[in-house]
């Protein structure tokens, strides 16, 4: 049976908690269903994810995903992009041209969702595949076109992943959330449409820097 499904969830939170006081088992209860509603429709596949990683569903704006692929205009072949959610980057981004397109995601319905797009879009975007795959557990060490759009909570650790990980040739496009210490390459668009590029040898030399290196 599928480790993420809400039905074992609840089994295994019942075979915890039952056996308390009438009290302990109506709070349990209440639990029981919060938690149901939050594997099972909320964050499904995100079990395993630390809380303190878990980053919700929030679809970019159409502005967004063209001040997104405008950063990575020029550039081909594989393209990554890291909470994929619904597909809409990764299609745009196959129907630009990067062959292959690949996204990663968590949540099965998105996933879903990502595939029935692609599906429909086959003809414009024939490269597009998505994986279901905890992106902190990716290796990024062959990507060098690579969108995130997550929340400033994980970013820190995030650049930190970047930084291991991606060799030097490799631009990274965030969008609506900057990464939180690095320099960008180029910035575009307004609001919460905006987009920051990052190319990796320049974010090591910055941070490489004398100036930079005590004052962190
Ligand atoms: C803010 S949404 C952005 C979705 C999409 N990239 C877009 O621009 O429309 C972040 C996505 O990342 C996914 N996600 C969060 N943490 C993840 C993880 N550890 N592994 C894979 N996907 C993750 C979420 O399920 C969500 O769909
Ligand atoms: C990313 O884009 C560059 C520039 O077009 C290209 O040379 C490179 O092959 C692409 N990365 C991958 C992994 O295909
Ligand atoms: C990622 O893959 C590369 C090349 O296959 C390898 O050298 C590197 O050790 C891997 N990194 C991690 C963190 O597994």
């Avoid at 969830?9 to 209440?30: D, F, I, M, W």
């Avoid at 020029?74 to 990554?80: I, N, P, Q």
Wanted: proline share 7%; net charge positive; glycine share 10%.
């Amino acid at each position: 049976m599928d480790p993420d499904e809400p039905g074992e969830a609840l089994a295994e939170l019942r075979g915890r908690r039952l056996g308390g006081a009438g009290l302990l088992q109506l709070a349990a209860g209440t639990g029981v269903a919060a938690y149901v509603v939050w594997a099972g429709l909320l964050m499904p596949g995100f079990r395993r994810v630390p809380l303190r990683l878990q980053v919700p569903y929030v679809p970019a704006s159409a502005r967004q995903v063209e001040n997104v692929l405008t950063l990575l205009r020029g550039r081909s072949g594989k393209v990554v992009d890291l909470g994929s959610g619904d597909g809409r980057i990764v299609l745009e981004a196959s129907r630009r041209g990067f062959h292959p397109a690949v996204g990663y995601e968590l949540n099965p319905w998105l996933l879903w969702l990502a595939q029935f797009h692609a599906w429909r879009a086959r003809r414009r975007a024939p490269a597009v595949t998505y994986h279901r795959e905890d992106l902190w557990r990716v290796n990024l060490s062959d990507c060098t076109n690579v969108t995130v759009f997550l929340a400033p909570s994980v970013l820190p650790l995030l650049e930190t992943k970047l930084l291991a990980e991606l060799p030097d040739r490799a631009r990274v496009v965030a969008g609506r959330f900057p990464l939180p210490t690095w320099a960008p390459s180029a910035v575009i668009g307004e609001g919460i449409d905006r987009a920051w590029a990052y190319d990796m040898h320049r974010v090591r030399q910055w941070a490489a820097a004398p100036s930079r290196g005590t004052s962190v």
